[in-house]
């Protein structure tokens, strides 16, 4: 069975809080260490995908990770798309925009970091924070979160009917779970790195931004660019759910190396 069919799509009228951050789809591999195997082969079969999409230059995937803090985007990255080709891939993380940012549209620095034909790009945060922090604090009200469902609805069909295929993921961890990741980060010291007090201050509004996520799944779930709701509470099912639907994107790509060009048999080297 496919990935994409023992997980979550976010529908017009799911309800985030039904689903099950502690789901494990992949029990039946056996324990994590087999699940984390099984999630190196199928990063390895992208790996080499991505090595033809990227001599081919003809399609451009997208990948959008967005989550609650300490829900695993940096560890996706790396568990996934860690042996991909540096050469045709990019990690790109927004944070707070700058001021030259904020003097244009919200989607106007995205639109300069999407891929070309033949790259994969990897958003670890995206455009969707415009509708996420920005309705929590309430720095935009419901007909401006609206007018920007719309934009980024009509900026990813143009990103769609322009070659990109899109895949985005939402990583779905509880309250519960992110506690242990604040708690374990705290209790390391080489972990601190990792600890932002703010993460605490964003933790009082969790249900708020799970209303706001819920609320921006629906209105930006489509046919061109689906959301997939991913259970994270388990970091090693969390990578596999991943890996399996990308691989599987991948291989419905018709990829293929260009063909060969039989003048270069011609060639003599001194």
């Known amino acids: 069975m496919s990935a994409s069919a023992l997980l979550f799509l976010a529908t017009s009228d799911f309800i985030l809080h039904d689903k099950d951050a502690s789901k494990r789809p992949f029990t039946e ?3 994590k260490e087999a699940i984390r195997l099984k999630t190196a082969g199928l990063s390895e079969k992208i790996a080499i995908c991505q090595d033809i999409l990227y001599a081919q230059r003809q399609h451009k995937l997208l990948i959008i990770l967005q989550g609650m803090d300490t829900s695993g985007k940096d560890g996706t990255v790396k568990a996934v798309f860690g042996q991909l080709n540096p050469a045709g891939v990019r990690s790109v993380s927004f944070k707070a925009p700058t001021a030259v940012e904020l ?3 919200f989607l106007w620095r995205i639109h300069q970091q999407v891929p070309a034909a033949g790259e994969v790009v990897i958003f670890n ?7 996420l922090i920005t309705k929590v604090h309430a720095w935009i009200d419901d007909a401006e979160c609206a007018r920007r469902y719309a934009h980024i609805n009509a900026f990813e ?18 309250k519960e779970e992110q506690k242990l990741r604040l708690e374990e980060r705290i209790a390391d010291p080489n972990k601190h790195w990792k600890f932002d007090p703010q993460d605490l201050n964003e933790r009082k509004f969790w249900s ?9 799944l629906r209105a ?8 997939h709701i991913i259970p994270a509470n388990s970091k090693t099912q969390r990578n596999l ?11 419905g790509m018709g990829l293929a190396y260009p063909p060969e060009n039989p003048e270069l048999y011609k060639l003599k080297f001194e």
């Open 29 to 31: 591999i056996g324990t």
């Open 241 to 251: 759910a991943i890996a399996q639907i990308v691989t599987e994107k991948l291989a």
């Open 125 to 131: 945060r995206s455009h969707y924070e415009d509708v």
């Open 220 to 227: 930006t779930h489509t046919d061109y660019a689906p959301w």
């Open 157 to 174: 069909r143009l990103l769609s009917d322009t070659g990109t295929t899109i895949l985005k993921f939402f990583l779905h961890i509880s």
């Open 103 to 105: 003097a244009h549209d």
């Open 208 to 216: 708020q931004y799970q209303q706001a996520y819920q609320n921006t």
